[in-house]
């Protein structure tokens, strides 16, 4: 049974019904699956009787023959034709689409019909995992923007989403820092706003590059640096106190640079390096004791028969080194068994870049061997690839820099606010609608180029082709999203109704079995972790959109009410359809553009 405010897509609803009278025509066949799919020459093909007739050792077009027999007559199915080899072609009835679509609208969640997923867990997610001390860069971009949609997406399918922010805090750079700053106290004070992003960033980075070049050239001062790094390991509180200066510092700028990207990020989930650093001497200990770590020349090492280097010798996953200190992979370990053990989450995701595929491999087979992953509890790396320049190369600036993330996304919205400026006298946009629009374009042209490409492939940057009007972008969807509620402010009088009595244009059933498809591409992007499959599903409603203006005119005095409100009711569906699923990407969609 569906759960209470759930609708049944159209497809499964058909996809029952063939398989029960699969089942009712040929008992031999046992649970059969109808292998339905959409079709260009009907609605649905089913192609699942072809397999049925090799294993009776029957003929599939007189099958086919039997299971349409067996269907019901109902309302669903309008016509129903055997092709070729035994395949149904299914025609459904207009009445049913309709129906099935006001169910959605009816929806009092405000979910549109989409139901939980009955499996639903609780899903602790790693994303968004910039550095203190130092500016987020470009590389920073795909981690953070496909992190914030997987959770919006996977919480509104029902799972429970706890969200880890594992930013580096901890390591050698802070000592070399501390011992500075005891050196020069008053240092890290900046000008101006204390809750300036920016001036905080500009005072870290101001002293980083001192404390380097004393660092380097300073054997003393470098000394001394070490031994403050031991002093932080071990907890003196002085020096805890002025590295909590630096990270304080640097979440100050840390959510100047996500309130620009239109994402929450709240301090309770930022638990970076440091928060495992008790745990890490246990880990080390039970890997060692149960021996799964082994040691190998002074280090506590994991080995793998399949990972060797170029000498064919096997590469070890150091947990800890020979002079005592902690690899990464110590604190990943930890991760994996606070996340597990404390915070009882049954799925891990990590989105982190492709090119830590193998370590994660290594960290994730560790912590099987050592039970903290099993069949119940998984571990997934949501990988992805590099952002390119135009030219097909890692992005970077004309001096060869890596790009601040802050000046691509200033220029993004620079660029967006030029377009939306262009149409805004038409539109009759103030001043400071001009402005905020010009934010939610160029932000969300952003996040749509990552979203809408397969997270593992890199993409290339290009603000032109982002900010375009026409194409697979956001702008193109904010577009057809403001134009719908153009339309609905214009209708006067006439109210989005459904009329299932209606017969309907084809683009009408065009629009309308899309529009029915939403719920079933939510679980697969969540199933899967794609959330690029939900931008294509929407970029293609917005075609069907642009199909469907071309053809059946709206609010034309030609129409009789009837068919005004009907075709309301379609847009006005497709614009809240729009509207839950560009929010799902993190993305606004502006009443007016």
């Not at 793998?304 to 590469?315: A, E, R, S, T």
Request: proline share 4%.
């Amino acid at each position: 049974m569906p759960e209470h405010g759930s609708v049944p897509s159209l497809a499964s609803t058909l996809q029952q019904q063939l398989a029960d009278a699969l089942t009712a025509a040929l008992p031999d066949a046992g649970a059969a699956d109808p292998l339905l799919r959409r079709s260009d020459r009907a609605d649905f093909q089913a192609n699942g009787i072809l397999a049925l007739a090799k294993k009776l050792k029957g003929n599939p077009r007189e099958l086919a023959g039997q299971v349409t027999a067996a269907l019901p007559a109902g309302e669903l199915i309008k016509d129903i034709e055997v092709s070729g080899p035994g395949f149904l072609n299914i025609t459904l009835t207009d009445r049913a689409i309709v129906e099935t679509l006001a169910a959605r609208a009816a929806d009092a969640e405000g979910r549109l019909g989409v139901p939980r997923r009955p499996e639903a867990g609780k899903t602790v997610i790693d994303y968004a995992q910039p550095n203190v001390a130092k500016e987020m860069h470009v590389g920073h971009l795909r981690s953070a923007v496909i992190g914030d949609a997987m959770v919006r997406i996977l919480e509104f399918t029902g799972e429970d989403v706890v969200r880890r922010h594992h930013i580096g805090d901890w390591g050698t750079q802070f000592g070399m820092l501390i011992q500075y700053l005891i050196e020069h106290p008053g240092a890290l004070k900046h000008e101006g706003d204390a809750s300036d992003g920016e001036a905080a960033m500009s005072t870290l980075n101001r002293v980083y590059k001192a404390s380097r070049a004393l660092f380097d050239s300073d054997e003393e001062f470098k000394a001394r640096s070490r031994d403050r790094v031991v002093a932080l390991q071990a907890g003196d509180p002085e020096t805890l106190e002025l590295w909590q200066g630096f990270v304080d510092e640097s979440k100050i700028y840390f959510h100047s640079v996500f309130d620009k990207l239109d994402m929450e990020v709240r301090d309770p989930d930022i638990v970076g390096e440091s928060g495992y650093n008790d745990m890490l001497e246990e880990t080390c200990r039970i890997l060692e004791e149960t021996g799964v770590a082994v040691r190998s020349e002074g280090a506590l090492c994991v080995f793998f028969d399949d990972v060797k280097g170029p000498d064919g010798n096997q590469v070890p996953l150091i947990v800890k080194k020979t002079n005592g200190g902690y690899g990464y992979a110590a604190t990943d370990l930890s991760a994996i068994r606070n996340r597990v053990q404390d915070l009882k989450a049954d799925t891990l995701l990590y989105v982190v870049d492709a090119r830590q595929s193998l370590h994660f491999k290594m960290v994730f087979e560790t912590a099987r061997r050592a039970g903290w992953l099993n069949e119940d509890v998984k571990a997934v790396q949501l990988a992805f690839g590099t952002v390119l320049g135009k030219d097909g190369k890692p992005f970077k600036t004309r001096e060869g820099e890596t790009v601040r993330l802050e000046d691509l996304l200033d220029e993004a919205v620079q660029r967006a606010t030029a377009v939306v400026r262009e149409k805004a006298e038409k539109v009759g946009l103030s001043e400071d609608e001009i402005v905020e629009n010009g934010r939610y374009v160029g932000i969300g042209a952003v996040k749509y180029a990552d979203l809408s490409t397969s997270a593992v492939r890199d993409y290339k940057f290009d603000l032109d082709q982002m900010v375009s009007l026409n194409g697979d972008t956001s702008v193109y969807l904010q577009y057809a999203y403001a134009r719908i509620r153009s339309i609905l402010r214009k209708a006067g009088d006439a109210v989005p109704a459904a009329h299932p009595e209606l017969a309907l244009a084809p683009a009408e059933r065009a629009l309308g079995l899309h529009l029915d498809q939403f719920g079933e591409v939510l679980s697969e992007v969540a199933a899967g972790y794609e959330p690029h499959k939900l931008a294509a599903y929407l970029y293609q409603l917005a075609s069907h959109l642009t199909t469907f203006y071309d053809q059946c005119q709206v609010l034309s005095p030609d129409n009789a009410p009837e068919v005004v409100e009907n075709r309301l009711f379609l847009v006005d569906l497709t614009a809240r359809t729009l509207h839950r699923g560009m929010a799902l990407l993190g993305i606004r969609t502006p009443e007016r553009l």
